[in-house]
């Protein structure tokens, strides 16, 4: 059996590669290497739609509800402090957003915003690959579990087309080896 677990887990190491990317493009901008604008946006887009409303949103929208259905707390307990995360990301992610174009964009603000987008997000994976996920997939039947991925699928079909997954599996490919090789 696959439990709905692996999904994000095979997600969230796609992210982390965006979040090396991140963290290199804003070091570099800290020692005033100027960064292709153009990378910067496409990466954003991948954050704001692969990232937040993709994968955050089948989190949210239909796993931990599901967590909540088998007995795992919100309010006060591990699910809570995952949605109060996503929420932080998402300011970081308006703040590098607002600071990549325009007359008022100002690199070392993106590169703050990135900095702690990326620490708060690979501590984030780490709670939910190593907590979180484990005490799903040990309260949630399987007959819950092949449900949740058949709901993935209709989630990310919604949200992104699988022209549009891969797409950002080569835009993560290609600016990899742009910046991390």
Not at 65 to 71: I, K, Q, R, T, V
Not at 97 to 109: A, H, P
Not at 142 to 152: A, C, G, T
């Given at each position: 059996m696959i439990n709905a677990s692996e999904e994000l887990r095979r997600?969230?190491?796609?992210?982390?590669?965006?979040?090396?990317?991140?963290e290199k493009i804003a070091s570099g901008i800290v020692q005033k290497v100027n960064p292709d604008v153009s990378d910067l946006t496409e990466l954003i887009n991948f954050v704001i739609v692969f990232a937040?409303?993709?994968?955050?949103?089948?989190?949210?929208?239909?796993?931990?509800?599901?967590?909540?259905?088998?007995?795992i707390p919100?309010?006060?307990?591990?699910?809570?402090?995952m949605l109060s995360e996503h929420d932080q990301g998402r300011k970081y992610i308006r703040e590098m957003?607002?600071?990549?174009?325009?007359?008022?964009?100002?690199?070392?603000?993106f590169a703050d915003a990135a900095f702690a987008y990326v620490a708060l997000m690979r501590n984030h994976?780490?709670?939910?690959?190593?907590?979180?996920?484990?005490?799903?997939?040990?309260?949630?039947?399987?007959?819950?579990?092949?449900?949740?991925?058949?709901?993935?699928?209709?989630?990310e079909?919604?949200?992104i087309d699988k022209?549009?997954?891969?797409?950002?599996?080569?835009?993560?490919?290609?600016?990899?080896?742009?910046?991390l090789h």
């Open positions: 997600e969230h190491e796609l992210i982390k590669t965006a979040l090396n990317l991140l937040d409303k993709c994968h955050h949103g089948k989190e949210e929208d239909l796993y931990f509800p599901s967590l909540e259905e088998a007995g919100n309010h006060g307990g591990p699910i809570g402090v957003k607002e600071n990549i174009s325009g007359q008022n964009s100002d690199l070392q603000v994976i780490e709670k939910e690959n190593n907590i979180l996920f484990m005490m799903g997939d040990r309260v949630m039947p399987e007959s819950v579990q092949n449900d949740l991925l058949i709901r993935f699928k209709e989630h079909e919604k949200v022209e549009k997954h891969e797409e950002f599996y080569a835009l993560i490919e290609r600016l990899s080896q742009k910046y």
